[in-house]
């Protein structure tokens, strides 16, 4: 199957510092990934939808400003956690489906597990 | 709204069969999706239904009835590595994915 690849897999950071989490899609050229949140013992949330070449579709309650959404090419996408708070502690998982298939699976990156002191 | 119901947790044996249900209210429907997911990784597809009826794959297999919008997830002859979250989620008419909540199955000896 398909191939996405997240990084970093941990990242612990200080207060009010800023993180950058990297998207692959390494076998098929992704022109939309998922960008997902889950915290202990809670389902997936999704938080924005990234586009190639183009802005970001964000949920509601999502903050453009606080988590910055890169596409810049049909392999990578990147989420960007501004100013990270101990509240943005969490589980950001990337995800992908291969062009054309509506329907088909989501693949999902390794994830990337987020602690901010 | 759109809702998925699903159990929050369940315990088996190893070598038993487990049936986990998820039933569903969504504005239109693309199709039913079973993922596993273990503790600190990300989710991993199971199974993918759109049909009414059972799609075997294995020691999986996934049922569903649209009309009752009533999935399950059967899982045979129970290995201690089954022991993981198991997310239903249903494909809206916007191709929008509605997670469920996700149901811990604990496997015992």
């Known amino acids: 199957g398909a191939v996405v690849s997240q990084h970093p897999s941990w990242v612990i950071c200080k207060s009010g510092t800023s993180v950058k989490i990297e998207c692959r899609s390494l076998?098929?050229?992704?022109?939309?990934m998922f960008w997902y949140r889950q915290f202990p013992k809670q389902s997936l949330m999704l938080m924005a939808t990234?586009?190639?070449?183009?802005?970001?579709?964000?949920e509601q309650g999502v903050e453009k400003d606080k988590f910055l959404i890169n596409h810049a090419s049909l392999t990578l996408s990147t989420l960007t956690v501004t100013s990270a708070h101990p509240e943005d502690s969490s589980f950001y998982i990337c995800?992908?489906?291969?062009?054309?298939?509506?329907?088909?699976?989501?693949?999902f990156g390794e994830g990337s597990r987020l602690t901010v002191l | 709204g759109q809702n998925i119901d699903q159990p929050t947790e369940m315990t088996a044996t190893e070598g038993a069969i487990v049936q986990i249900n998820c039933t569903y209210q969504?504005?239109?429907?693309?199709?039913l999706f079973w993922y596993q997911q273990h503790a600190g990784e990300a989710p991993t597809f199971l199974s993918y239904?759109?049909l009414d009826g059972l799609e075997e794959k294995g020691r999986f297999s996934s049922f569903l009835s649209r009309s009752k919008g009533y999935s399950y997830l059967l899982l045979k002859e129970l290995q201690m590595k089954d022991s993981a979250s198991y997310l239903c989620?249903?494909?809206?008419?916007?191709?929008?994915?509605?997670w469920g909540a996700g149901t811990k199955l604990i496997i015992k000896p």
């Open positions: 995800s992908a489906r291969v062009p054309g298939v509506e329907t088909g699976e989501l693949f």
């Open positions: 076998d098929f050229q992704a022109t939309t």
């Open positions: 990234s586009n190639e070449g183009s802005k970001a579709t964000y």
């Open positions: 969504t504005s239109g429907f693309n199709g």
């Open positions: 239904n759109v």
């Open positions: 989620a249903v494909m809206d008419s916007n191709y929008q994915l509605i």
